[in-house]
């Protein structure tokens, strides 16, 4: 079969690049292709089934249509400073257009208009000096809060409009490899095959395959030459407290993004995915490995008593280091081993004094753990000491910001880590060194996170209309 486009991944950076292809030239064949389901078939049985995973394959949070992330909670970051490196690839002013017109989509597939962080200056202000004083420093940054239930309607809305379109999405489906033909020292990409051995021929494949696809796409790289650099990795825990704890910033940033320096290793670690009355998720990705994440519902019905968030320590490696995605599956791994499968909790009194969490001393608690099947255990056992460290010492220097972080009851769950791929070497319309073969989004090390991930295919799908308006559909 051959097509215009090939677009490998339906998460927003895959359905924000179909939907931009469509708009501005609706004639092109555009074949999207996933490895998860539909998005009216993403139905996690854990929810109806006592709060235990049942190990559907492949996991309907980590893939299908909307990707990993829209599922979690459904923040949309309103600057360029959060989200990933747009603005070092495009510059600061183009990154935040095309934020502001991803952001516009969003709203006419039924955003709500609300933005958090814009109207309490003297709230912010007074955070912003505990933050000072503590050594954080708050990253400001507008929020628009989709929620997990409100997040499904707008891409289910979204879906629809680009089956409407003419779009084809191949759903349950995987590519196992990437097709090129080389021409002495010169390669261009022809299409892709699948895991069903189907091949699917077209001039210009845009990789958007997301974190559950980045182990992937790292292997095609080397398999294909493709250049690349060492990625980030950020590994850490999901912390739950009570909403009471959290609510001054809840109330007033919605998500207080707090980026610290460790004193004993000067080692960065921030706060992400703030959940306020939300629930703490396992998330499963290939070969059954289980990490944690975090989910908030827009309406009251869903609400719980605690609000959660991670807390990500980033270290960069230099030579020879260049499996960052394999270095956090192998701590994940080794969670996973410890706990049947499952998500380890650990109270902080217990984190610092070095001894195992037990279900006796959890149930003397005000705080009631929302991820039901979560095993009490020791994350001592999991992470290496320099992180327990970082961990520990930000955990105190949160609770200058707002106390009641570093209680005894306040609960650790690990592992979190966020699959960052090796970052690819992009030019500025985000072309590989293979001629025709587009990289985006997170599981290209570009974006982490929803909004830049949806501002980057809109950005490489107008790179590829004014491509094919000069060198036409067939090169």
Not at 188 to 198: A, I, M
Not at 244 to 264: C, G, S, W
Request: net charge negative; hydrophobic share 35%; proline share 3%.
């Amino acid at each position: 079969m051959k097509t215009d486009v090939i677009i490998i991944g339906a998460g927003p950076g895959g359905a924000f690049a179909a939907y931009e292809l469509k708009e501005k030239s609706p004639d092109l064949n555009i074949l999207v292709i996933e490895k998860g389901r539909s998005i009216e078939k993403r139905i996690c049985p854990k929810r109806t089934n006592g709060g235990v995973c049942v190990g559907c394959k492949p996991c309907s949070i980590t893939t299908g249509f909307s990707g990993a992330g829209a599922f979690s909670d459904g923040k949309l970051s309103l600057s360029p400073d959060v989200g990933g490196t747009l603005p070092d690839i495009l510059g600061y002013d183009k990154a935040s257009e095309l934020i502001k017109e991803s952001d516009s989509i969003y709203l006419k597939f039924g955003a709500d208009e609300k933005v958090w962080g814009i109207d309490k200056e003297k709230e912010i202000r007074e955070i912003r000096t505990k933050a000072i004083q503590a050594n954080l420093k708050l990253v400001e940054c507008p929020i628009r809060h989709l929620g997990t239930e409100k997040g499904y309607i707008i891409y289910a809305a979204l879906q629809k409009h680009l089956l409407d379109a003419g779009v084809q999405i191949l759903f349950n489906t995987s590519v196992a490899d990437i097709l090129i033909d080389s021409e002495g020292e010169s390669q261009r990409v022809t299409g892709v095959v699948t895991d069903k051995g189907e091949r699917f021929h077209a001039d210009r494949v845009i990789a958007a395959v997301g974190r559950e696809g980045a182990d992937w796409l790292n292997g095609q790289c080397e398999k294909l030459g493709i250049d690349s650099m060492p990625g980030t990795v950020d590994i850490g825990v999901r912390v739950e407290v009570r909403d009471e704890i959290m609510q001054f910033l809840n109330d007033n940033l919605y998500e207080a993004k707090l980026v610290y320096h460790t004193p004993t290793f000067d080692d960065k670690v921030r706060t992400f995915c703030t959940n306020p009355h939300g629930e703490v998720a396992s998330e499963y990705y290939e070969n059954n490995l289980a990490v944690v994440n975090g989910h908030a519902y827009a309406g009251h019905q869903y609400r719980t008593h605690n609000t959660n968030f991670a807390l990500l320590v980033s270290k960069n490696f230099t030579k020879p280091f260049r499996t960052p995605i394999e270095y956090g599956r192998k701590i994940a791994e080794l969670s996973n081993m410890l706990c049947g499968n499952k998500i380890i909790v650990q109270t902080f009194g217990d984190f610092k004094r070095g001894r195992r969490s037990t279900e006796e001393r959890m149930c003397r608690n005000n705080l009631i753990p929302t991820l039901k099947d979560a095993v009490p255990g020791d994350l001592s056992l999991v992470f290496p000491h320099r992180i327990m460290v970082d961990l520990e010492e930000m955990i105190y220097a949160l609770d200058k910001v707002t106390p009641g972080i570093a209680s005894d009851e306040t609960l650790l769950y690990g592992v979190e880590v966020k699959f960052y791929s090796n970052r690819l070497v992009v030019n500025k319309e985000f072309q590989t060194s293979i001629s025709g073969l587009y990289a985006i989004g997170d599981g290209a090390g570009i974006t982490r996170g929803l909004q830049q991930a949806s501002a980057n295919g809109l950005c490489v799908a107008r790179a590829i209309i004014d491509d094919i308006k000069e060198h036409g559909s067939e090169n």
